[in-house]
């Protein structure tokens, strides 16, 4: 399979193992062995409103991110070496490109709109409150309760 770094692992697969006679390799990953996570993250920076908006795809493998796209750049940046031969590759696909130039209006703005009556326009300021419940069990201070 193809390593992506950090634990040597293959994509989808197992544990490496030499099959033959002297038995398995040494556990290359011995926190997560068998276990591999791949994990996209989109993530949309809004500063003053929808005027000004940055689309980020981050693609993380193992913990470790990758590649990733960023609309600032308006192409793919490999942050491994294994992320940089997708980078060039995605790179030359004009179509997926133009994909993801375009998020910033079809994924950002689009959902900026929906959510913000939710997470912009109801924010309240935080308030605590915190009070001396005396112990009524045990002798000392009582214990404070922040509400």
């Known amino acids: 399979g193809v390593g992506l770094g950090g634990c040597g692992a293959r994509i ?6 030499s099959g033959g006679a002297g038995g398995a390799l040494p556990e290359l990953c011995p926190a997560h062995p068998g276990v591999f996570q791949e994990m996209m993250k989109s993530e949309c920076h809004f500063l003053n ?3 000004r908006v ?4 981050r693609y993380i493998y193992n913990r470790e991110q ?3 796209f960023d609309s600032d750049v308006e192409l793919f940046v490999g ?3 294994f992320g940089a031969m997708n980078a060039k590759n995605w790179n030359s696909r004009p179509e997926k490109l133009e994909y993801y130039r375009t998020a910033v209006d079809w994924y950002c703005r689009n959902n900026y709109r929906a959510h913000t009556p939710f997470s912009v326009e109801r924010r309240e300021p935080p308030s605590v409150s ?3 419940v005396p112990s009524s069990s045990q ?3 009582g214990r404070l309760l922040c509400s």
Do not use: A, C
């Open 12 to 17: 989808r697969g197992g544990p490496r193992s």
């Open 49 to 51: 409103g929808t005027e």
């Open 54 to 57: 940055r689309f980020v795809q």
């Open 66 to 68: 990758f590649v990733h």
């Open 79 to 81: 942050d491994t070496p």
């Open 130 to 132: 915190i009070s001396l």
């Open 139 to 141: 002798p000392g201070p």
